[in-house]
């Protein structure tokens, strides 16, 4: 069946660091992908998207490529702030259906 | 605000004790869902809810029930909750339940601890 798979953390950084998170997938079709943050104590924000191969989703200075050949949609930022301490989780939704998968979840810890 | 609110945020019981997590939602969306979050595993949905009265099985279902009498809630409920059902829990809402199109929002989250 489709799944997600996404580099165990943590990923500890300092500020202004390069930050890249992996993620790669399974599925039939054309999925769409996503990226959510989830910071301490709340639930999940939806981070970017990309519907189609070769999109770049992009918000907050992160971005992630579509990627069908190499089936990855790898999230990464230039310049990393303490504030963008949190979980990362990698998703696909099946072409037009409801379903959300997610991945195990990437923490990412930003020191000054 | 838009907001997705789950009650109660922080709940310990024991085991057989019925319960329910409520979950409301004031954006008038048609489309909810419940996810549980454990480490190493990701989230994955228990169940969802297209609309009023029509709610289905998600991946991991048993020993949940969800009911939806109206649009902005979508409880759920533990009949006899048992450790394994230890986790935390996550509702969720979006406009019509296609996720390309539709940005599914969280509510804050349940921590439910079953002794």
């Known amino acids: 069946g489709d799944s997600v798979t996404q580099m165990e953390g943590p990923v500890t950084l300092s500020e202004e660091a390069f930050l890249t998170i992996n993620c790669t997938y399974t599925a039939t079709g054309y999925p769409s992908l996503f990226w959510y943050v989830q910071y301490p104590g709340e639930g999940l924000q939806l981070l970017l998207k990309a519907t189609k191969a070769d999109d770049k989703g992009s918000n907050k200075g992160f971005e992630a490529t579509y990627r069908k050949e190499t089936t990855s949609f790898h999230l990464e930022k230039g310049s990393v702030q303490v504030s963008d301490s949190a979980v990362y989780f990698c998703a696909l939704s099946p072409y037009n259906t409801d379903k959300l998968i997610f991945g195990t979840g990437t923490r990412l810890q930003v020191f000054p | 605000e838009a907001q997705v609110t789950q009650n109660p945020r922080y709940l310990i019981t024991v085991t057989g004790k019925k319960l329910t997590v409520t979950c409301s939602q004031n954006?008038?969306?048609?489309?909810m869902s419940w996810y549980r979050q454990d480490p190493g595993l990701g989230l994955r949905q228990i169940y969802y809810s297209m609309n009023v009265e029509v709610t289905d099985k998600g991946d991991v279902p048993e020993g949940y029930k969800v009911s939806r009498k109206e649009k902005r809630n979508f409880p759920l409920i533990l009949e006899s909750p048992s450790p394994n059902q230890t986790s935390l829990y996550f509702c969720?809402?979006?406009?019509?339940?296609?996720?390309?199109?539709?940005?599914?929002?969280f509510g804050p989250g349940t921590r439910l601890t079953v002794l």
């Open positions: 954006m008038n969306h048609e489309y």
């Open positions: 969720a809402s979006s406009l019509y339940g296609d996720s390309s199109y539709n940005e599914q929002f």
